[in-house]
C-alpha cells in the first residue's frame, strides 16, 4: 500500500510563490522501489494537465505552460518531490496533484502509479 500526500497549496497574488510538497510512503526497500513523480494540476472545468516529470536521476521536464517559472526536484532519502513556483499567474489557479511511479525491484517493472488527494492553488489578479 502507497499513500502520497501533497501539502503547501494556498492563496497567492499574481507574481507570488508557493512551494508544494509531496511525501509518499509504503513498503520501499528492496522489493519496491519510487521511479519518476511527477505534479499535474485540474483546473475548473478543465481535463487534468500534467505539469511537470523527475526521474529517480534527477533529469526533469516541463509543460511549456511553466517552463522557466516552476522547478520540480526531490529527495530520494525522504520519497518526496517538490515544486517551486514562481511568478504564478491566474491561470496557475488549479488543484495540485502529485503522482508517483513505483517499481517492483527484481522486475523492474511498473507496480503502478499513486496520486495524491490534491492541493488547491489559488492566484489572484
Known amino acids: 500500500q502507497v499513500q502520497v500526500v501533497e501539502s503547501g497549496g494556498g492563496l497567492v497574488q499574481s507574481g507570488g510563490s508557493l512551494r508544494l510538497s509531496c511525501e509518499a510512503s509504503?513498503?520501499?526497500?528492496?522489493?519496491?522501489?519510487?521511479?519518476?513523480m511527477s505534479w499535474h494540476r485540474q483546473a475548473p472545468g478543465k481535463e487534468r494537465e500534467w505539469v511537470a516529470v523527475i526521474t529517480t536521476s534527477g533529469t526533469t521536464n516541463y509543460a511549456d505552460a511553466v517552463k522557466d517559472r516552476f522547478t520540480i526536484s526531490r529527495d530520494n532519502a525522504k520519497n518526496a518531490v517538490y515544486l517551486q513556483m514562481n511568478s504564478l499567474k491566474p491561470e496557475d489557479t488549479a488543484v495540485y496533484y502529485c503522482?508517483?511511479?513505483?517499481?517492483?525491484?527484481?522486475?523492474?517493472?511498473?507496480?503502478?502509479?499513486?496520486w495524491g488527494q490534491g492541493t488547491q492553488v489559488n492566484v489572484s489578479s
Open positions: 503522482k508517483v511511479d513505483v517499481l517492483y525491484l527484481p522486475t523492474r517493472r511498473s507496480s503502478g502509479d499513486y
Open positions: 509504503g513498503r520501499f526497500g528492496t522489493r519496491f522501489g519510487i521511479n519518476t
